[in-house]
């Protein structure tokens, strides 16, 4: 079985409410779909959020690589088991202009594109997505499957009002863990987080993202207060160009680092390794390059005595929420996970099925063969931005 032609769409996702952060505010998510066809007539459907402050890539860039890269030799060789598959996976070559230091240049299309072809040569295969992890070498260490996930939260509003109604829906929604964003101009965060410690509860994980917010020099500061109220873990604290500052603040800030805008490849991750500047890596299928790629870094971590979550860009759809539920399905010691905020999140679910995630954050793992779940074709026809066929095999 082979792929015969790939399609991209550049399809704008509307969100119910402001996602507001140290970087960036955002209204909605131009995600980048893949429609992959096999020589059967067999689809599968990849996404990827690509996000300029993170990677530097941005939608339409990622129609540029796709239609400047050469992916033919991969595409065109027949796969009829799983490691097939991979080796196809691991051949994908993107063509990329740009000074792309770190590695992560062709980061989300390449999670789209995978993710397309995982989820076609599931559906022939009949079996689901997360069949592939026994079949990636490097994940032998780090596979477990699991019957169901437990997804954390994140409370994003600010305003004592606010806050305390997010915390209190939070809290009768029964989530265990808790993420909040500090380093948000013209916000009190110790004050902040103590109201939201206070109406969630002390038997909530707490944790903190600043998303890259502060000066090295000011961190142990900040964070002074803010270890009172037993956060468990502050994340990327700052900026990726002074990172490298963690490596003599981690003792003193008191409270594990995640990395997570510095963590976008395998460079970065052995660098953070290398030097010590974190305890944790916060792995996003669209930001480290899909799939696989989540599941070598995730086995690197472990294998280097860090932790992991797997987390997830907002807007994301239900084509990234499956694939990121077929991973953490399958993967043991996930520190923290994040995703499935589907019909929490988005105006309109693109996909026929709806996989948000259900009380107390818990979700089942998925058994339908690829990702289990379809795009709408009526919704991607009135919404697509843009759309691009690519002809891989005509024969």
């Not at 799939?291 to 971590?301: I, K, N, T, V, Y």
Request: glycine share 8%; net charge negative; aromatic share 6%.
């Amino acid at each position: 079985m082979r792929v015969t032609e790939l399609t991209a769409f550049l399809v704008p996702l509307p969100l119910k409410r402001e996602i507001k952060h140290a970087s960036f505010t955002r209204t909605e998510s131009i995600n980048l779909l893949i429609r992959c066809k096999l020589t059967n007539g067999t689809i599968g459907w990849g996404e990827g959020v690509p996000r300029p402050y993170v990677t530097g890539e941005t939608p339409e860039g990622c129609l540029q690589q796709l239609s400047q890269s050469d992916l033919q030799p991969a595409l065109t060789r027949p796969a009829s088991s799983w490691p097939d598959v991979v080796s196809i996976c691991d051949e994908l070559e993107f063509h990329n202009e740009a000074d792309d230091p770190r590695g992560c240049g062709s980061n989300s299309l390449r999670c789209a594109v995978e993710l397309s072809l995982l989820d076609a040569f599931g559906k022939h295969f009949g079996e689901p997505v997360s069949a592939v992890v026994p079949h990636v070498a490097e994940a032998a260490e780090i596979y477990l499957k699991q019957p169901r996930v437990r997804y954390s939260t994140t409370i994003t509003s600010s305003g004592a009002k606010s806050e305390r109604i997010s915390a209190l829906k939070m809290r009768a929604y029964g989530f265990a863990q808790c993420k909040i964003k500090v380093g948000v101009d013209g916000q009190d965060d110790p004050s902040r987080v103590a109201r939201i410690r206070r109406w969630i509860g002390g038997g909530v994980d707490l944790r903190l993202d600043a998303n890259e917010a502060w000066r090295p020099e000011e961190v142990i500061e900040k964070m002074r207060p803010l270890r009172e109220f037993g956060v468990t873990c502050i994340e990327q604290p700052v900026a990726h160009d002074e990172v490298d500052a963690l490596v003599s603040l981690r003792e003193s800030i008191g409270v594990p680092i995640m990395l997570d805008e510095s963590l976008t490849s395998r460079m970065d991750a052995e660098r953070a390794i290398e030097l010590g500047t974190c305890d944790l890596f916060n792995l996003r299928l669209s930001k480290c390059g899909g799939f696989l790629s989540c599941l070598r870094l995730a086995a690197l971590a472990r294998a280097s005595g860090l932790g992991y979550q797997l987390g997830c860009h907002p807007g994301e759809s239900g084509v990234l929420s499956a694939a990121g539920r077929h991973w953490a399905s399958s993967v043991r010691d996930i520190r923290y996970l994040e995703g499935s905020y589907d019909r929490h999140l988005l105006t309109t679910l693109p996909t026929q099925e709806d996989i948000t995630f259900r009380y107390g954050g818990w979700a089942p793992a998925l058994d339908s063969p690829g990702l289990g779940v379809t795009i709408r074709e009526d919704w991607l026809r009135q919404n697509a931005k843009t759309e691009r066929t690519f002809v891989v095999d005509a024969q």
